[in-house]
């Protein structure tokens, strides 16, 4: 899907950063796609004990990539059960709120300020002329006021994006995914995937998407998405009888959770234009190959990307936007190596099944 360039756009943007724990490296290229609809997220210090990283791959448009980007992790922060020291909920939550937060008035004027320079300017006009509600009594740190307008009855965006994110506070480490976005974990060199890449033929995908009204030909739902879980995509998400995790496409993450251990190398957040190209274990050990040589994580990420771009759009594959963050543990981390194999996965909806061992929640590939 998607229109291609002539010739692909390799500029990249590229980052590095480090704390006492880990440091990481990020970089990201339009490639040969017409428009660059990826979007991320890199925060070594969410608080004081949290780093939050985040891949959001846009698909129809780059404004949901890019709403997630500026949003997601606030409202990770701002929910009560993060408070409490429950990341997994918290972060759960933040991925349904998404969805909420870009509708109405308020929502199309935010998505409208990320688009292009025409709804740009409308957004930012509208945000002067159409003023907050305010005063109604928000009790839980809901600061997203109602909003008056000609968009109050917007029911949503019916682009969207995938999002993929890495949470670290102290030596545990928490993956919340919807999409095909993908959270590997290298340990000892081995490659374990700690998401699962939610396509509409998945068995349990497929269910949901028949059960509430929907069907799938030529591997995508309706006919269209190649995705059973997204962000955004409100065309799938009207029926008012099913609650938003029942939805023909739903934004319901799977979440992973697992203590970190000395055993761990590195891991690696990217959105599907790398996973096209290359396996888990593949990705796993071309880094570990290049950080032989190169001391700044960003440019293996580059070097990934060079290496994932295809020469021409002739198959399509290595032709998709591509975004890759590496963050690397910081040794000693203060845990056994018994400890991940003692950790599990908890999630309010957990569909994630251990695929090998050495850990229960880490599936080989």
Not at 68 to 83: D, I
Not at 203 to 209: P, T
Not at 331 to 346: G, V
Request: charged share 25%; with cysteine.
């Amino acid at each position: 899907m998607g229109i291609y360039l002539s010739t692909p756009k390799t500029e990249k943007f590229s980052e590095d950063g480090e704390n006492g724990c880990l440091r990481y490296g990020l970089s990201s290229m339009q490639g040969w796609r017409a428009t660059m609809e990826d979007a991320h997220t890199s925060y070594l210090d969410l608080d004081t004990s949290t780093s939050f990283f985040g891949v959001y791959d846009g698909h129809g448009g780059k404004v949901v990539a890019k709403f997630c980007a500026k949003f997601l992790h606030q409202e990770v922060l701002k929910h009560e059960a993060y408070l409490a020291g429950d990341v997994g909920t918290s972060v759960h939550k933040a991925f349904f709120r998404m969805d909420e937060m870009m509708r109405g008035q308020r929502g199309w004027r935010e998505l409208a300020v990320l688009g292009d320079k025409i709804n740009k300017f409308t957004g930012m006009i509208e945000g002067l002329i159409w003023s907050p509600r305010g005063g109604e009594g928000n009790d839980h740190m809901d600061d997203w006021a109602f909003e008056e307008g000609p968009h109050s009855d917007f029911s949503g965006p019916t682009s969207g994006c995938t999002a993929c994110v890495a949470i670290i506070r102290n030596n545990q480490l928490i993956v919340a995914n919807a999409g095909d976005s993908r959270c590997v974990i290298s340990r000892k060199g081995q490659a374990y995937n700690l998401s699962r890449d939610h396509k509409p033929d998945l068995e349990g995908e497929r269910e949901r998407i028949l059960k509430a009204g929907g069907f799938i030909h030529a591997g995508r739902v309706n006919g269209s998405l190649n995705l059973a879980r997204a962000i955004g995509d409100m065309e799938f998400k009207q029926n008012k009888f099913l609650p938003a995790e029942k939805q023909i496409v739903t934004a319901n993450p799977d979440i992973n959770t697992v203590e970190l251990c000395d055993d761990d190398d590195f891991m690696v957040l990217a959105c599907d234009g790398i996973w096209d190209c290359m396996s888990s274990q593949e990705l796993v050990d071309f880094i570990h190959e290049k950080l032989i040589t190169e001391s700044k994580l960003s440019v293996v990420c580059e070097r990934v990307l060079d290496r994932c771009l295809a020469p021409s759009t002739a198959t399509g594959e290595g032709c998709d936007n591509m975004t890759m963050i590496i963050v690397q543990f910081k040794k000693p981390i203060d845990s056994s190596a018994a400890a991940l194999e003692e950790s599990s996965s908890s999630t309010p909806n957990d569909q994630a099944d251990a695929e090998s061992n050495p850990a229960e929640t880490l599936s080989s590939y």
